[in-house]
């Protein structure tokens, strides 16, 4: 079973930055390591829906962000670690939210559907993420 760890919230003013990590772990119900799977960032805030952050593809070399968050934010991916990472620049308030790491789905999926909440199987439990004014 699939195993995601977050780390690396915390509290922060708004303009700084913060970096938060998602450790993988196990195997996805079909055996498969999860290297061959996408991971994506979503948040979500109290009464509001999850909403996606970013994503990135298997291999690392495909990339997705939401609008409001491209030239700020940067996800990547270490596969021999079984990581990834989200740095958050120019941080506002806005940006508060519980943030969640995803992955599963379709293994080696590279396209845009890797924005959609309903292609990821495994969630962490999320890590908060507050930006003072």
């Known amino acids: 079973q699939v195993q995601l760890v977050e780390s690396g919230g915390g509290l922060v003013q708004a303009g700084a930055s913060l970096l938060v990590s998602c450790a993988a772990s196990?195997?996805?119900?079909?055996?498969?390591?999860?290297?061959?799977?996408?991971m994506a960032w979503f948040r979500q805030t109290k009464g509001e829906e999850r909403e996606f952050v970013a994503s990135i593809s298997y291999s690392g070399r495909s990339t997705y962000y939401a609008d409001f968050v491209k030239g700020r934010f940067i996800i990547s991916k270490d596969n021999a670690k079984n990581t990834a990472e989200l740095q958050m620049n120019h941080l506002k308030p806005e940006d508060t939210a519980v943030y969640y790491c995803?992955?599963?789905?379709?293994?080696?999926?590279?396209?845009?559907?890797?924005?959609?909440?309903?292609?990821?199987?495994?969630w962490g439990q999320g890590t908060q993420v507050t930006v003072s004014s």
């Open positions: 196990g195997r996805t119900s079909t055996g498969r390591p999860t290297t061959a799977y996408a």
């Open positions: 995803a992955t599963g789905g379709h293994p080696f999926n590279t396209g845009p559907d890797l924005m959609r909440s309903d292609e990821y199987e495994y």
